[in-house]
């Protein structure tokens, strides 16, 4: 079965513009998790949405945004873009809320110039 | 505040060689302990899921064990193709799922 899905895969952004990345989860999962990851602080955890709620969220500033979509797709933005959200953006899915196994995708790296 | 250390950062080992990677928590009430490889380029993939003290699960050339303060993957007789970054998480219940940093492991043929 196809895995988890995310768009754009690489994208470079200026201080000050916003960005917003796209994760589409396996089939049938309802649970959707972001991540932060970087060389100095490793995997960062932002937010979860399952149908649609948010059920948790990171210690980020709230230039950073998700929602989820009825078909469980799920989008984040950041906006105002600072040179420190250069990253890797990790969309994870699962069939039901955390934890259990998370099926992670490749990953949306974003250079901040 | 639940934390997770791995250690050691990077561990290069000759193709054979057995090692363990350590992971330490500090979680109140651990309820999962997970295991996972990252490739290069790649997102993290799911490798065990450990719940109770004394609990091992096997898997090809990796072994992972769980006490209750502290977790290790032991990988016997080591490939090349096994060089990845190994990440452990931990799960209280209180808050998602948190990751250390990482170990780097570099298997030389």
């Known amino acids: 079965k196809a895995g988890v899905t995310q768009t754009p895969r690489y994208l470079i952004k200026t201080r000050g513009q916003q960005v917003t990345l796209s994760c589409s989860p396996i089939?049938?999962?309802?649970?959707v998790s972001w991540y932060q990851q970087t060389p100095g602080q490793g995997l960062q955890f932002l937010f979860e949405?399952?149908?649609?709620?948010?059920?948790n969220k990171g210690n980020f500033p709230g230039r950073f945004s998700g929602r989820q979509f009825s078909n469980s797709r799920s989008e984040m933005n950041v906006s105002t873009l600072e040179l420190g959200d250069s990253a890797l953006y990790l969309c994870?899915?699962?069939?039901?809320?955390?934890?259990?196994?998370?099926?992670f995708g490749e990953g949306s790296r974003l250079t901040v110039l | 505040e639940d934390q997770v250390t791995q250690s050691p950062e990077a561990l290069r080992l000759q193709e054979g060689e057995s090692s363990s990677l350590n992971c330490s928590y500090t979680?109140?009430?651990?309820?999962?302990l997970f295991w996972y490889r990252q490739d290069p380029g790649k997102g993290p993939e799911f490798l065990f899921t450990?719940?109770?003290a004394g609990e091992e699960k096997e898997k090809e050339r990796l072994k992972a064990t769980l006490t209750k303060k502290e977790s290790f993957l032991h990988i016997t007789a080591p490939k090349p193709e096994d060089s990845a970054t190994y990440l452990c998480?931990?799960?209280?219940?209180?808050?998602?799922?948190?990751f250390g940093k990482g170990t780097r492991l570099s298997v030389i043929a």
């Open positions: 089939s049938g999962h309802r649970s």
């Open positions: 994870a899915s699962s069939f039901q809320s955390q934890p259990g196994e998370l099926f």
């Open positions: 450990l719940y109770s």
């Open positions: 979680v109140s009430g651990l309820r999962g």
């Open positions: 998480a931990a799960f209280s219940g209180n808050t998602p799922l948190v």
């Open positions: 949405y399952f149908s649609e709620t948010q059920r």
